[in-house]
């Protein structure tokens, strides 16, 4: 190992002839996973074998450098290795293969109050735990009534922290690390402490650390803190880096992939009801499937062999989306003009038919429906093979996403069908930055002095 | 290793912190605190003295006081062990969450083990005085005897400490070899009462050499030069025995360290 890597305690930051504070050079990380929970002599002895155990790569040659003075993020979903990554700096682990170069000295806020003793008094915690962080005694007693005032535990510092709530634990343990001082700051999820008030005394005081120009090295999952704070990030994966450089957009990569993962994993948690629902469907051959049933089917959607039902007299044969001049558009984005097209085309005679849509989002919400009966349009009577063009104007009032259209031809009963397609045609509205949420109900914001 | 040496010096206030810290919750919400110390040596040297001297009758001269002289040391090492084994991973949160030189976590078990056995020596001095035994004539051995016998015990704390966060049932084997270790040193009895073909195995025992030491400066009041027991021979066995198990238990815990947070 590098003498460098081993300064841990220097007291300023060495000079390795460039900038870079925390150098990670294809760095991989291998765990071992033991099949029995806790290997024992008495077993190694007795079957004479070494315990079996898988391996598991966390982190699979990853490579980037972080610059004194930078406030850098992680993200990445769970598992994905950014604590191994931070633990690896820390030097509690080390690396498989590759190497870990830290310039100065360093600190790793990985969980707060760790260490602390139940029976002792914050006092002497504030003590321990300081010196367990590299602090030295006469630091703390020059620190200490600061640490305390940050604390906002004056009147319990002599009590024994094991009757402390788990807040002003939190809170003794952030003050006091956040009074160490080093060249670089490690913190892992640990800037949800407390109530409102004392967060933003928290990210306050990150500020100040920025301020004074040390570097930070901040895993996250809140990706406003992220984007706020940091002035580059990763997106880690599998122990794999994603995306590297501008948070605001390793940021929004990472959002991209979590929504897809949540839609994802929104069908995988319909697909085994809606299995279920369907299969009774088919079974029973009814063709016409009443009202109340179509409620609950229309809620399950996407597999193809289930997507449609009804009796067939009148189908969907197309679903478009248009804009004005009846060009069709792969997307839409907020304020435009459009349409929805059907083509629909009777196999029976059919008459009074009504002609609706259903919008869902990705989760299922019904954003919007609407039909020529609640609309109170009059249909005619349709024969055979003849074919009808129904469109939906409208203008896009929704956020950014994607969104799914629904189409159906009822009975004039409104409870059967003659045909219902699920999510027959997908819609994306282009992020708008303005909004979150479904509906953009576009808020005129001003501002005033009222004294 | 000087290189290490030089590191753990640079954490000595964490050393001096976690050693006050296992000091002061070890008595922690108890009035007579730092006496508690005592109670035990002083509760075991009782009910030996009452089985040896009343009971069995082994005619050895002011009992409890050649049983302490040898006891005391004893324990330093056997608390030191027992306590150090399991000390990794009773403080798992630390060694998973926070870097610094993990042996800090066995040695500040086997300093505070010192402070008490240092306690306990001053506790017999006072009581010795009373009794009238010369005990300051040959005092200057002590601190060479307490500075011999504390690197045995730093290489065991380290070795246990270290092996256990791989195999958990060791902390209980411990237990089993201390008492034996116990009975395998002249504390009870007196080395000239092992027959003639054992005392071999015994004397290899570097503790026996060493409780030899403290019981000749207390007990015998008398500093054999040349030709008593422990002579030089056999000092210097206890010594290059005693080294062995440093350097093993020093060794064996740098090359496993690395991994223990992920072990436990």
Same mark, same amino acid.
């Given at each position: 190992?590098?003498?460098?890597?081993?300064?841990?305690?220097?007291?300023?930051?060495? #000079?390795?002839?460039?900038?870079?504070?925390?150098?990670?050079?294809?760095?991989?990380?291998?765990?071992?996973?033991?099949?029995?929970?806790?290997?024992?002599?008495?077993?190694?002895?007795?079957?004479?074998?070494?315990? !079996?155990?898988?391996?598991?790569? *966390?982190?699979? #040659?990853?490579?980037?450098?972080?610059?004194?003075?930078?406030?850098?993020?992680?993200?990445?979903?769970?598992?994905?290795?950014?604590?191994?990554?931070?633990?690896?700096? *820390?030097?509690?682990?080390?690396?498989?293969?590759?190497?870990?170069?830290?310039?100065?000295?360093?600190?790793?806020?990985?969980?707060?109050?760790?260490?602390?003793?139940?029976?002792?008094?914050?006092?002497?915690?504030?003590?321990?735990?300081?010196?367990?962080?590299?602090?030295?005694?006469?630091?703390?007693?020059?620190?200490?009534?600061?640490?305390?005032?940050?604390?906002?535990?004056?009147?319990?510092?002599?009590?024994?922290? $094991?009757?402390?709530?788990?807040?002003?634990?939190?809170?003794?343990?952030?003050?006091?690390?956040?009074?160490?001082?080093?060249?670089?700051?490690?913190?892992?999820?640990?800037? *949800?402490?407390?109530?409102?008030?004392?967060?933003?005394?928290?990210?306050? *005081?990150?500020?100040?650390?920025?301020?004074?120009?040390? !570097?930070?090295?901040?895993?996250?999952?809140?990706?406003? !803190?992220?984007?706020?704070?940091?002035?580059?990030?990763?997106?880690? $994966?599998?122990?794999?880096?994603?995306?590297?450089?501008?948070?605001?957009?390793?940021?929004?990569?990472?959002?991209?992939?979590?929504?897809?993962?949540?839609?994802?994993?929104?069908?995988?948690?319909?697909?085994?009801?809606?299995?279920?629902?369907?299969?009774?469907?088919?079974?029973?051959?009814?063709?016409?499937?009443?009202?109340?049933?179509?409620?609950?089917?229309?809620?399950?959607?996407?597999?193809?062999?289930?997507?449609?039902?009804?009796?067939?007299?009148?189908?969907?044969?197309?679903?478009?989306?248009?804009?004005?001049?009846?060009?069709?558009?792969?997307?839409?984005?907020?304020?435009?003009?459009?349409?929805?097209?059907?083509?629909?085309?009777?196999?029976?005679?059919?008459?009074?038919?009504?002609?609706?849509?259903?919008?869902?989002?990705? $989760?299922?919400?019904?954003?919007?429906?609407? #039909? !020529?009966?609640?609309?109170?349009?009059?249909?005619?009577?349709?024969?055979?093979?003849?074919?009808?063009?129904?469109?939906?104007?409208?203008?896009?009032?929704?956020?950014?996403?994607?969104?799914?259209?629904?189409?159906?031809?009822?009975?004039?009963?409104?409870?059967?069908?003659?045909?219902?397609?699920?999510?027959?045609?997908?819609?994306?509205?282009?992020?708008?930055?303005k909004a979150e949420g479904i509906a953009n109900l576009n808020s005129k914001i001003t501002i005033e002095k009222i004294s | 290793m000087i290189a290490n040496i030089r590191k753990l010096f640079s954490?000595?206030?964490?050393?001096?912190?976690?050693?006050?810290?296992?000091?002061?919750?070890? +008595?922690?919400?108890?009035?007579?605190?730092?006496?508690?110390?005592? &109670?035990?040596?002083?509760?075991?040297? &009782?009910?030996?003295?009452?089985?040896?001297?009343?009971?069995?009758?082994?005619?050895?001269?002011?009992?409890?006081?050649?049983?302490?002289?040898?006891?005391?040391?004893?324990?330093? &090492?056997?608390?030191?062990?027992? %306590?150090?084994?399991?000390?990794?991973?009773?403080?798992?949160?630390?060694?998973?969450?926070? %870097?610094?030189?993990?042996?800090?976590?066995?040695?500040?078990?086997?300093?505070?083990?010192?402070?008490?056995?240092?306690?306990?020596?001053?506790?017999?001095?006072?009581? &010795?005085?009373?009794?009238? +035994?010369?005990?300051?004539?040959?005092?200057?051995?002590?601190?060479?005897?307490?500075?011999?016998?504390?690197?045995?015990?730093?290489?065991?704390?380290?070795?246990?400490?270290?092996?256990?966060?791989?195999?958990?049932?060791?902390?209980?084997?411990?237990?089993?070899?201390?008492?034996?270790?116990?009975?395998?040193?002249?504390?009870? %009895?007196?080395?000239?009462?092992?027959?003639?073909?054992?005392?071999?195995?015994?004397?290899?025992?570097?503790?026996?050499?060493?409780?030899? +030491?403290?019981?000749?400066?207390?007990?015998?009041?008398?500093?054999?030069?040349?030709?008593?027991?422990?002579?030089?021979?056999?000092?210097?066995?206890?010594?290059?025995?005693?080294?062995?198990?440093?350097?093993?238990? %020093?060794?064996?815990?740098?090359?496993?360290?690395?991994?223990?947070?992920?072990?436990?």
């Amino acid at each position: 190992m590098s003498e460098r890597v081993n300064n841990y305690r220097g007291s300023g930051i060495k #000079n390795s002839g460039d900038n870079i504070a925390v150098d990670i050079k294809s760095v991989s990380k291998m765990y071992r996973i033991y099949h029995e929970k806790i290997p024992s002599l008495k077993n190694t002895i007795l079957t004479r074998k070494r315990t !079996t155990y898988e391996e598991f790569l *966390a982190l699979d #040659n990853v490579s980037f450098a972080v610059n004194n003075g930078q406030t850098f993020g992680i993200i990445g979903p769970n598992g994905s290795g950014k604590s191994t990554l931070l633990k690896l700096m *820390a030097k509690i682990f080390l690396p498989t293969c590759g190497e870990v170069i830290v310039n100065g000295s360093l600190s790793a806020l990985l969980e707060l109050g760790a260490g602390f003793h139940p029976d002792l008094t914050g006092r002497e915690n504030i003590y321990i735990n300081s010196a367990i962080l590299g602090m030295r005694k006469r630091e703390v007693d020059k620190r200490f009534d600061q640490i305390v005032r940050f604390s906002e535990l004056e009147k319990f510092i002599d009590t024994p922290v $094991k009757n402390y709530s788990s807040g002003m634990y939190m809170r003794l343990g952030f003050s006091i690390a956040i009074n160490v001082n080093p060249d670089i700051l490690l913190v892992d999820e640990v800037l *949800a402490v407390g109530d409102q008030s004392f967060q933003a005394k928290c990210y306050k *005081a990150i500020y100040d650390i920025m301020k004074r120009g040390k !570097t930070i090295i901040i895993v996250s999952h809140d990706l406003e !803190t992220i984007s706020d704070l940091c002035s580059r990030a990763a997106f880690l $994966k599998e122990g794999k880096i994603v995306d590297l450089g501008n948070p605001i957009r390793v940021v929004s990569q990472y959002r991209a992939y979590v929504e897809e993962l949540e839609k994802k994993r929104a069908e995988d948690q319909q697909r085994e009801e809606r299995k279920k629902i369907f299969k009774t469907v088919i079974e029973s051959n009814i063709k016409v499937v009443d009202g109340e049933d179509i409620e609950k089917l229309s809620r399950l959607d996407s597999e193809q062999a289930i997507k449609r039902f009804g009796s067939g007299d009148a189908m969907v044969t197309d679903i478009r989306l248009l804009d004005e001049n009846e060009n069709k558009l792969d997307y839409c984005k907020y304020g435009d003009e459009v349409k929805i097209a059907l083509d629909i085309k009777f196999n029976r005679k059919v008459e009074g038919p009504i002609f609706g849509i259903r919008i869902t989002d990705i $989760k299922d919400n019904i954003v919007y429906g609407t #039909n !020529t009966r609640t609309n109170n349009l009059k249909t005619e009577v349709y024969d055979k093979d003849e074919s009808l063009r129904v469109e939906f104007a409208f203008k896009v009032t929704i956020i950014g996403g994607n969104y799914y259209v629904t189409p159906a031809v009822g009975y004039k009963d409104s409870k059967t069908y003659c045909d219902w397609v699920n999510n027959m045609l997908t819609i994306n509205v282009l992020k708008n930055e303005k909004a979150e949420g479904i509906a953009n109900l576009n808020s005129k914001i001003t501002i005033e002095k009222i004294s | 290793m000087i290189a290490n040496i030089r590191k753990l010096f640079s954490y000595r206030e964490l050393i001096v912190s976690l050693t006050k810290k296992e000091l002061k919750v070890k +008595y922690r919400g108890s009035v007579l605190g730092f006496l508690w110390s005592l &109670l035990n040596p002083i509760l075991t040297m &009782l009910v030996y003295s009452f089985v040896f001297s009343i009971v069995l009758r082994a005619g050895i001269k002011e009992f409890a006081i050649f049983l302490i002289c040898a006891l005391l040391p004893f324990n330093f &090492l056997s608390n030191s062990v027992n %306590y150090g084994a399991g000390s990794i991973i009773a403080n798992s949160n630390l060694v998973n969450k926070i %870097y610094f030189p993990r042996e800090i976590i066995p040695l500040s078990i086997v300093f505070a083990n010192f402070f008490n056995f240092l306690f306990e020596l001053v506790a017999l001095f006072i009581v &010795l005085t009373v009794l009238g +035994y010369k005990f300051y004539l040959f005092l200057y051995v002590l601190p060479v005897a307490i500075f011999i016998q504390f690197f045995l015990v730093v290489g065991m704390t380290l070795l246990v400490s270290a092996i256990n966060v791989y195999f958990r049932d060791l902390q209980h084997l411990i237990t089993i070899i201390m008492m034996v270790w116990f009975f395998g040193t002249p504390i009870i %009895y007196p080395l000239e009462m092992v027959p003639e073909r054992f005392q071999f195995i015994i004397k290899i025992n570097p503790m026996t050499i060493y409780t030899a +030491y403290y019981r000749n400066i207390f007990y015998y009041v008398k500093y054999p030069e040349g030709a008593g027991f422990p002579g030089i021979p056999e000092t210097l066995i206890a010594l290059g025995i005693t080294l062995l198990v440093f350097f093993v238990g %020093y060794f064996v815990f740098k090359k496993l360290e690395p991994r223990f947070a992920e072990e436990i």
